[in-house]
């Protein structure tokens, strides 16, 4: 996917008709044009925005089969709140930029979240040679016990390739077989895992995997041995998350997932990548 810079974006946004081209050009490559009710990819374009199917003449919108076809806002107004998501923009800012009505630019950040996690789980990722796991804890300030056993926390459990990417998982709880179960669907038998001292981690030298750990009470690193990469992941989510003033527990997985897909592409443009993701994703 070609990366878009803000010059060119503005060029585009221009008038709603470019904006409209841009999405539709962006449709016909992601997913083809087809009739909703018979299929068919044979169409007249009637106007600004409606095409006529060629076979059974319905009228219909060329974004009807993608996400979007929901959010009831102009295709500028549309690309531009795309544009702020990449920039971390928060929901509230943007709509007072784009002078929209903060349901509608939730609606529409919410969307892009799920988009995101969709486009992630169809994602066939075996992570391989130096691998750093660990699991942290998100959830509000509370009293009581930190760390492993913190009630009412949220775990989860991440899986860092160096050099490579993060893969994580939002675990109930960090016995040995979820650990291990995790690791196995993601890590490639035969590569070295690094790991704190934990005992969830001692089975990972029974699965084909050559075990490391270093014990946190004395040192972070030792040599090769320490976890400093997918802690840098956890210091990267929980900064960018914190600016949402808490989230709920049913939507925390899409928020999650796209700290997972942001830190994944950190040196990106992301502008592109997320049309199509948008675009192309099955919800």
Known sequence: VGQMDLPELIKICKT???AFDYLFREVQTI?????PSCGS????????????????????SPFS????????????SLLLLIKLFELEVSARKACSQ??????TTLKAFELFRRSIACHLAQ?????????????????GRRKGKRGRGAGHKTIVFGILERGGKVSISILSNVKAESLMNETVKKVRRGSIVYTDKWCGYDSLMFCGYRHLSIDHQYKFKQGKVYINGIEGF???AKERLMKHHGISKEKFLYYIKEMEWRYNNREKLLFADLIHIILGADL
């Open 123 to 139: 994602e066939d990722i075996l992570l391989k040679g130096e691998i750093e796991a660990d699991e942290s804890y998100f959830g």
């Open 41 to 60: 990819p044979d169409y007249y374009l009637m106007n600004q925005t409606r095409l006529r199917c060629k076979r059974c003449r319905r009228d219909y």
């Open 98 to 103: 784009l002078d929209i009505s903060y349901p």
């Open 16 to 18: 709603e008709q470019r």
């Open 234 to 236: 956890w210091s990267f």
């Open 65 to 76: 089969n993608t996400p979007i076809s929901g959010l009831k806002i102009p295709i500028v």
């Open 31 to 35: 997913k083809g044009i087809k009739c």
